[in-house]
């Protein structure tokens, strides 16, 4: 049985580079006609990726690095942001969506949310949303709030799904906004607005529709995230990013990325996923990701149960009959 | 013969009709279990058009009706209308993945709660 390993996902970065920029370059001008690009920079190391791929297919000049922080937002992140920016030599615009953020209720709403579970919840308090690793049983896995009170001590209560949703859906006003102004942005240069999922991300729903979600152009979506890395690695990401654990960067205290969406650190989940793309079974990923074919065989339902249950994001508008011929 | 009469049986009789009794009135409570959970699942999910069609034994992940934050809602639903509480070690297929289950557990969950 052919076995997976990490080399699986090794990819030659300069030619995967030049292959994006080519399709950039083309997609931009001739199917958009649009002169440029938008990235919407978090700090994380896809959008660094994104935005230094945007610059070398169209130029720094005509990519414009949109940094977008507000309350929640890690100190670190516009820092690191800019230096970025600064690695590629393109122009930064800076807008603090907070109080974009505050007039839709976002944080109101959502802490009304989260009072109604934990009613201490209150100033100086932060909070998450976190989900148990699929990996540990064969049971369903509820979302929980883990607050934390000034003082330090943590309270971890089972979410109603009424507070659930609520909690998320005033969260992706966050996305929504930030995708709103790099419409903007990209509307008053003639750009096209560059989208920074990567397969992960894309594969298995991890976006907000018509937020992180919506884009004109998403020149990493067919990279697993390893792949992103050695990329970023090649093109010039600076350290700071490569070396920043990827979160969420949504919630008032830290969370990473599986403790919400995936079941395993990113590069067991590359694996998983390369391997049941593959249709191999359990058994030929296992050793690579330490875990037993049974915990294998947990992942990849999930990654089937996601795919399902997220497949309505990926879907235009629904009309009854067809306008245009394809 | 009425219940009123039982005083005439004898011992063994009376027990019979005491266990048919509580297997009546458990098969019962069973089927109300069973109506208000369809018509839960039929006011909160797409059970097509005509809901009384979904099995018993039908797996509701697999029917693509329930999913991570369906289960969330089910397990709400059970705990506030049957007044029991769920722990996360009873958050299993076996439990809750089709009606039958999902009877099957709610009861022995009263049962439970009433013996302690």
């Known amino acids: 049985m052919e076995k997976v390993t990490a080399d699986a996902l090794a990819i030659d970065p300069e030619q995967v580079a030049k292959e994006i920029e080519e399709s950039l370059r083309g997609t931009v001008s001739r199917e958009l006609h649009r002169r440029g690009g938008v990235v919407g920079v978090s700090g994380g190391i896809d959008s660094s990726v994104t935005v230094g791929l945007s610059a070398r297919a169209f130029g720094p000049r005509r990519t414009l690095a949109l940094l977008m922080p507000e309350a929640d937002s890690d100190p670190d992140t516009l820092n690191i942001s800019r230096q970025v920016a600064e690695a590629f030599g393109v122009e930064t615009v800076v807008e603090d969506i907070t109080p974009i953020l505050e007039a839709t209720g976002c944080y109101e709403r959502r802490e009304e949310a989260v009072r109604s579970v934990v009613p201490q919840y209150g100033i100086g308090w932060k909070f998450k949303i976190v989900l148990p690793s699929v990996v540990e049983g064969e049971g369903y896995r509820l979302f929980s709030l883990v607050a934390q009170a000034p003082d330090g001590e943590t309270i971890e209560v089972r979410l109603p799904a009424e507070q659930y949703r609520t909690i998320v859906a005033a969260t992706n006003f966050k996305q929504r906004t930030r995708k709103m102004l790099e419409y903007f942005h990209a509307d008053r240069l003639n750009f096209a607005v560059i989208g920074t999922p990567n397969r992960l991300e894309y594969d298995q729903g991890f976006f907000v529709k018509l937020g992180d979600g919506a884009a004109d152009a998403k020149p990493i979506a067919h990279l697993y995230k390893s792949q992103v890395y050695q990329l970023a690695r090649h093109i010039g990401v600076p350290d700071a990013v490569l070396e920043r654990p990827p979160t969420t960067d949504t919630y008032s205290l830290p969370q990473t990325q599986e403790e919400f969406y995936f079941s395993l650190p990113y590069e067991g989940m590359d694996l998983c996923l390369y391997a049941h793309n593959q249709g191999l079974p359990p058994e030929a990923v296992a050793d690579a990701v330490s875990l037993t074919p049974e915990q294998v065989q947990r992942v990849y339902d999930d990654i089937d149960q996601k795919r399902r249950t997220t497949r309505y994001l990926h879907l235009a508008p629904q009309l009854v009959e067809d306008i245009f011929d394809h | ?116």
């Not at chain 2, 439990?95 to 009877?103: A, F, G, T, Y």
């Open chain 2, 1 to 116: 013969m009425g219940i009123a009469a039982g005083g005439e049986n004898p011992p063994r009789n009376r027990a019979t009709l005491c266990e048919n009794l509580w297997m009546e009135q458990n098969q019962a409570d069973s089927q109300a279990v069973e109506r208000d959970l369809r018509d839960f699942l039929a006011a909160n999910y797409f059970l097509g058009d005509d809901p009384s069609q979904l099995g018993a034994s039908s797996s509701l992940i697999e029917a693509g009706l329930i999913d991570s934050t369906g289960v969330l809602e089910l397990v709400g639903y059970l705990e506030e209308q049957f007044d029991i509480r769920i722990t996360n070690e009873e958050l299993l297929p076996e439990n809750l993945d089709s009606i039958q289950n999902i009877v099957g557990f709610v009861e022995r969950k009263r049962q439970a709660g009433q013996a302690a």
